[in-house]
């Protein structure tokens, strides 16, 4: 557990009876491919740059890195998985849309 994770914003309770409640991290299990309903979006940065986004994956953090790290290979691009959301660099929207649709997932492209 790194130094960030410890830290506790109580100093002190006058409550004999007081436990400390920690938040929920459990996260959801995978889902299997055919129950999952992903959406392609192609997002403008500054300086014109495109990134090709991922959303709607449900699962293990793991999980998600694994697929990103593979699709990121796949496209022979960069990239990185950030707030639940796979990111490549450049437009892979119909490359993408193909491999995700032959591993068994419900992709569609969103956006303008």
């Given amino acids: 557990m790194s130094k960030k994770d410890k830290?506790?914003?109580?100093?002190?309770s006058t409550n004999p009876n007081f436990k400390f409640e920690t938040e929920n991290t459990e996260e959801e299990?995978?889902?299997d491919p055919l129950n999952q309903d992903l959406r392609i979006f192609l997002d403008?940065?500054?300086g014109g740059k495109v990134?090709?986004?991922i959303t709607g994956f449900v699962g293990k953090t793991g999980d998600i890195e694994a697929l990103g790290k593979l699709l990121k290979q796949k496209c022979g691009g960069g990239g990185t998985v950030k707030d639940r959301n796979i990111l490549i660099q450049g437009d892979h929207?119909?490359?993408l849309l193909k491999i995700l649709s032959e591993m068994g997932y419900k992709v569609k492209k969103a956006g303008g």
């Fill in 93 to 95: 929207r119909e490359k």
């Fill in 29 to 31: 299990e995978t889902k």
């Fill in 44 to 46: 403008r940065l500054g």
């Fill in 7 to 12: 830290k506790i914003n109580i100093v002190y």
């Fill in 51 to 53: 990134v090709t986004r």
